[in-house]
C-alpha cells in the first residue's frame, strides 16, 4: 500500500479503490508496518504481519492493485511502472520485440563464444524449478555468509519495480544477522546515491561488508533500465573504485 501511495500519480486510482486497499492493508496488519519495525537499529526480529509467509485470505494486495492497474493502464509494466502504449523498442526483446535480438545476432554469439546454433531469450518460459523451489530464503541461510566472507557485497534495487518492491528488500536487510550484528545500525539517507557527473540517483547505505543502493529511474532491470548507474555500482563491486 506504501508504494501505490508513493507512486500515486502513476497508478491513477480513484479514492474509492484507494479506500479499499486501505480497509485492506488495516485489516491485514500491513499498515504502518515500515514505521513500527523497520527500526535503525532493529529492535529484534521483525515479525509477520500474519501467521504465515503466505498472504491470508483477502489480504492479497498485490495482485489486487496489479488487475487494476492493468484496467487503467492494459500496458502496465510490472518491472518498470510507468509504462504506456506505445511500448518502448528493447534491444533484448523483454518488453517489446521490434528488432533482431542482440544476443542472437549470430556476429554477438561469436564474439562471446557462444554456440551460433542456439536461441537465446532473457527469461524463459520453461519452469526451471518444475518441482517448485524448496530452498529457504537467502537472507536468513546463505547471504550473510557471502557477505562475511567477501570483501565487498551488493544488494541493487530499482525504486520503479513492482514485482520486487524496495521495502521488501529493507525489511530482509533487517531482519538479517551479518559480521555480528542484526541489520543496519544507522538509517538509509534520501539521496544518498551520488553518480560521478551527474548527482543524486537514489539512496545508499553501507555497513559492515554490505552495500544497499535504491536506484532513481530504474525498475527491475537495473543495468538496462539504468546503465550510469550500474556502471558506478559495478566498478565499486569489483574493486575500481574506493566509494559506493
Known amino acids: 500500500m506504501d508504494f501505490v501511495k508513493k507512486h500515486a500519480s502513476l497508478f491513477s486510482f480513484n479514492q474509492t479503490y484507494m479506500h479499499h486497499l486501505d480497509d485492506m492493508a488495516a485489516t491485514c496488519n500491513y499498515s504502518g508496518y515500515m514505521d513500527k519495525y523497520v527500526t535503525y537499529p532493529p529492535k529484534g526480529l521483525l515479525p509477520l504481519p500474519g501467521d504465515s509467509v503466505e498472504f491470508a485470505q483477502g489480504c492479497d494486495i498485490w495482485t489486487d ?18 509504462d504506456t502504449y506505445p511500448l518502448p523498442w528493447d534491444v533484448l526483446g523483454f518488453i517489446d520485440t521490434q528488432s533482431p535480438i542482440y544476443f542472437n545476432l549470430t556476429d554477438v554469439k561469436e564474439a562471446i563464444h557462444a554456440p551460433v546454433d542456439t536461441e537465446w531469450i532473457e527469461c524463459t518460459f520453461t519452469n526451471v524449478f518444475p518441482n517448485d523451489d ?88 537495473v543495468p538496462q533500465f539504468a546503465p550510469v548507474a550500474c556502471f558506478q555500482i559495478m566498478q565499486y563491486l569489483m574493486g575500481f573504485r574506493d566509494t559506493p
Open 65 to 82: 492493485v496489479y488487475n487494476n492497474a492493468l484496467t487503467i493502464n492494459p500496458s502496465f509494466n510490472i518491472y518498470r511502472i510507468w
Open 134 to 221: 524448496s530452498s529457504l530464503p537467502p537472507a536468513l541461510t546463505v547471504l550473510s555468509s557471502v557477505i562475511q566472507k567477501s570483501q565487498r557485497t551488493v544488494i541493487v534495487h530499482g525504486l520503479a519495480d513492482f514485482i520486487m518492491m524496495a521495502d521488501g528488500a529493507r525489511i530482509a536487510i533487517q531482519n538479517m544477522t551479518w559480521n555480528g550484528l542484526q541489520g543496519f545500525q544507522t538509517p538509509i539517507a534520501d539521496d544518498s546515491f551520488i553518480i560521478d557527473g551527474v548527482g543524486a540517483y537514489g539512496s545508499m547505505h553501507s555497513e559492515r561488508g554490505l552495500t544497499y543502493y535504491e536506484v532513481a529511474l530504474s525498475g527491475h532491470m
